[in-house]
């Protein structure tokens, strides 16, 4: 079965950094597109990252872009996203995903506040 497990979230001052893992196993990781989505309380989820399965393709959210970036080790079936300079707003649960795949993980919580 898919399983996705997502952790390094905390909480972290205004302009302060975080790296998210995600631990994928169930599927053929390596051939599969994944995605960052985020979720504040009362919204829905925000996709905000998406890589090729190769990594050599990436896309963002424009309230993302040029602070977050997505990776991947295909070797350790894992995704990453980096976050810079984060903002309050940033302060969400982030939950990895494949796109083709209707699995979601528990998510890890990111708090960003002085």
């Known amino acids: 079965q898919v399983q996705l497990v997502e952790s390094g979230g905390g909480l972290v001052q205004p302009g302060g950094s975080l790296r998210l893992s995600c631990a994928a196993s169930?599927?053929?990781?390596?051939?599969?597109?994944m995605s960052w989505y985020r979720q504040t309380p009362g919204k829905g989820r925000e996709l905000i990252a998406t890589?090729?399965?190769?990594?050599?393709?990436?896309d963002y959210a424009d309230s993302v872009k040029g602070r977050f970036t997505i990776s991947r080790d295909n070797a350790k079936n894992t995704v990453y996203l980096q976050l810079n300079r984060l903002k309050p707003e940033d302060t969400a649960v982030y939950y990895c995903?494949?796109?083709?795949?209707?699995?979601w993980g528990q998510g890890t919580q990111v708090t960003v506040s002085s």
């Open positions: 169930g599927f053929t990781f390596s051939s599969a597109w």
């Open positions: 995903k494949a796109p083709l795949l209707t699995s």
């Open positions: 890589i090729s399965g190769s990594g050599d393709s990436t």
